[in-house]
């Protein structure tokens, strides 16, 4: 039976109700629009417009399931409507139901669509929805070749969810769509590097640095570290060229409100963007929990939101301070209020830093420590904290700030508990491995490397980091040890694992190799733990320096190398002696624990630098 339509006095009554709701909605009343919207469908239960309106008010009032359900009718009435399939993806991702949400949004009438593409961009992102909002960006492009805009963002998001063979195909086609483009350049450069093409990567990135702006110039302070050719004086006139040109000086000058006090709890604030896991909760966790607590207090200031993995520092926070999303001004009002006695600053020019802000000066003293290798180049910053293991009495490194040496070491490493046996696991022939980063294994270093293996035939190495997910970065690995002679089936290469399964690893690892010259820190930590051996060679550089100054004060020198053909013999010299190596994990492990998990140590020489620089900066007025 046909339905008739509404006699002229119901049309009329319905349409000063869509009307009403439309002003209502317009001005966030939603749940007036709410009550409208109802009436005009008693009127008219078919009309479409007022079940999209319906739909909308009840999203606006957070009733995302109710209005998911009315926009879906909408849509199987009237499936060109535009309005309703982005108003029903965001009630889907408000549901927590991202895939829907991307069915929803991979349809024509949206992948063809200007503004309102960007707005579901935009709910997918705020979702956190960066699987499914790339697959969106990914039917766009294919949809749109010529879109350059949709092709870069899919390049940055592939290159972002470490797809990097993927990143390499849409940057260049980005490149070739705006060939004079500053952003698909970047992103080509440093997918290059990620996946261990440092020298070709470097390259593109120093063709950007013409015109550099503070967010080129600063990705280039870290990516300089993977340079081979790396050298103190160049590093440091990089910091200091950095901080004269992209640090400028706003809002008012520093005043401290807290009254001078030479034995008061001192306020410490510990300022990252990283308090998950990772290097930052391996070597503060200890420290923090080993301070006199009634002689600090300590303030831990989130750059970034906290996720899940970093509740065991949070727990260690006499305050947590959410400062994520804050602008410069803001961050900089909300520092200052806090009454600092101290900022120690764990990220330097790092990703997600605050150098900006931290430059105009939040705390009478400022010091930078762990999750950054080199000077910050910043008058503001007052000490940097290193040791002399890896700044060594009259070595060439230099430092804008004031250097401190911690007797007890600069790394403390924190044992994951509870600690797993360091016991060789099996009894096959001997292997090597690495877990660092693809962009520490330069030319140089897989070259090293395939010597090693073609000096120990039997030997695997082993290769762990999160970007070998990607098939194509793992067929390019593999590619570059063939390169040199080393068959595929002696190199395995593991993505991303939990950090038990990480750990659980090195228990059939042998010898850690140690890239060059950024060397690893937390890797080496978790091998030496472990029981496994590790290679290393350092150069002048601090970062060559690390998994060199742990050797150093574990009484280790035999196994820190002086060049690369030294290298591979002591290397070489390890693996003919595996089984001695394995006998002797537990004792590696009990010289790890008695030197480099000192706590206790730390904390004191820490604390007592702290306040020893205050009273000095307090003397001079």
Known sequence: MVESPPSPSVQSGVSDALRRCEGLLAAGRADDALAVANEA????????????????????????????????????????????????????????????????ALDPVLLDAGREFGGALGDFAAADAQRQRTELLRSRAQRHPQDYASVLALA??????????ET????????????????????LATALIDRGDVEPGLARHRELLHEADADTAARQLVLMHYDPRQDN??????????????????????ASRRAPSADGPLRIGWLSPRFG????????????????????????????PARADAT?????????????????????????????????????HSTWNRMRVIAQRVAPLQVCWLDWFDTTGVPAMDAWISDAWLTPEGSGQRYSERLLRLPAGRFCYTPPRPPPPPDHAGDGPVRFASFNRLAKLNDNVVATWAHILHRVPQAQLELGTRLLDDA??????????????????????????????LLDAYRRIDVALDPFPFSGCTTTCDALWMGAAAVTLPAETFVSRQSASLLQRLGREDWIAHDRADYVERAVGLAGDVAALRAGRPALRAAVQERLCDAQAQA?????????????????G
């Open 41 to 104: 469908l008693v009127l008219d239960p078919s009309n479409v417009p007022a079940r999209l309106l319906l739909g909308l008010a009840l999203l606006f009032c957070e009733r995302s399931a109710e209005a998911a359900s009315e926009l879906a009718d909408v849509l199987r009435r009237e499936p060109q409507q535009l309005l309703a399939r982005c108003a029903l993806v965001r009630a889907l991702l408000q549901q927590g139901k991202p895939d829907e949400a991307l069915a929803v």
């Open 156 to 165: 940055q998001a592939l290159h972002g969810q470490g797809a990097l063979g």
């Open 277 to 304: 896991q990772g290097p930052v909760a391996t070597f503060l966790g200890g420290l923090l929990e080993a301070f006199d607590r009634t002689r600090h207090r300590h303030l831990l200031i989130a750059l970034q």
């Open 472 to 501: 194509a970065t793992r067929e390019h690995t593999l590619a570059r040890f063939a390169a040199h002679g080393i068959a595929r089936e002696r190199v395995e290469l593991h993505g991303r694992r939990p950090y038990a399964d």
């Open 233 to 254: 004086e160049t590093l440091y006139a990089a910091h200091r060229d950095f901080a004269q040109r992209h640090l400028p000086r706003f809002g008012p000058p520093f």
């Open 312 to 348: 065991p520092l949070r727990a260690l926070a006499d305050e947590w301070i959410d400062a994520s999303g804050l602008d410069d001004a803001a961050l900089l009002h909300r520092l200052r209020d806090l009454d600092l006695d101290v900022l120690v600053d764990l990220a330097g």
């Open 604 to 620: 004191r020489d820490f604390a007592a630098a702290l306040r020893e620089l205050l009273r000095e900066r307090r003397a001079e």
């Open 168 to 187: 390499l195909h849409w940057s260049e086609r980005a490149l070739a769509l705006r060939p004079q483009a500053r952003a698909p350049r970047a992103v």
